[in-house]
């Protein structure tokens, strides 16, 4: 059993910058892979980063390549998701999620345990 629980979302302006947390319980987060999905109001969840068991893969939808970068710390049992050059378009509740066996990371049933989510908000 895993618990998620993210933090550090808020309201930003455009071109601003925040950084995502997710906090794990258990013993055996280093086995997880690692994913953040987001879902804006009336739109479906949709991927948005994912990063090995290990941290050494890490994975990023094409709407974000280039200004975020997911990372973890399997010490603190925590992932995070740094997001530089917000637009508009990024505002949505950030999901952290843990898979403990994925054949694909983008896929949300790939996942089991998910976090409560966090918002972002991010104004033009």
């Known amino acids: 059993q895993v618990q998620l629980v993210e933090s550090g979302g808020g309201l930003v302006q455009a071109g601003g910058s925040l950084r995502l947390s997710c906090a794990a319980s258990?013993?055996?987060?280093?086995?997880?892979?690692m994913g953040w999905f987001r879902q804006a109001p009336g739109k479906e969840r949709e991927f948005v980063a994912a990063i090995s068991w290990s941290g050494r893969s890490t994975y990023y939808a094409d709407s974000v390549k280039g200004r975020f970068t997911i990372s973890r710390d399997n010490a603190k049992t925590t992932v995070y998701l740094q997001m530089n050059s917000l637009k508009p378009e990024d505002t949505a509740v950030y999901y952290c999620a843990a898979s403990n066996r994925p054949t694909t990371y983008d896929r949300s049933y790939e996942y089991n345990y998910w976090g409560q989510g966090t918002q972002v908000t991010v104004s033009s």
């Open positions: 258990g013993r055996t987060f280093g086995s997880y892979a």
